[in-house]
């Protein structure tokens, strides 16, 4: 059974920097390809970042030059780092991945950014 658990989340004033890490368990995860969403209270969950098992990254625009994501395949974990944050990046943040043809997804963390 594949989990992912996610920390990193906190209260962070506008402009500052959080890093996020997610943690897989039960996956050869150096196969699969990892992202991040986030769901802001009251609205739908969206995309923010994507990492292949190559390495390949994708942004969603809004975080585009503001947030990257990076994974350790030894310690089985994907991080993303965000900086410059804003009040609109308050959001849950959840870690995904796809296995066996089914999305996976942590518990998810909180971000609340003050301005």
């Known amino acids: 059974q594949v989990q992912l658990l996610e920390s990193g989340g906190g209260l962070v004033q506008a402009g500052g920097s959080l890093r996020l890490s997610c943690a897989a368990s039960g996956t050869i995860f150096s196969i699969n390809s990892m992202a991040w969403y986030r769901q802001a209270s009251g609205k739908q969950r969206e995309f923010v970042a994507q990492?292949?098992?190559?390495?390949?990254?994708k942004y969603a625009d809004s975080v585009k030059g503001r947030f990257t994501i990076s994974r350790d395949n030894a310690k089985k974990t994907v991080y993303l780092q965000m900086t410059t944050l804003k009040p609109e990046d308050t959001a849950v943040y959840y870690c995904n991945t796809i296995h066996l043809g089914k999305n996976v997804w942590g518990q998810g963390t909180q971000v609340t950014v003050s301005s």
């Open positions: 990492i292949t098992n190559s390495g390949t990254t």
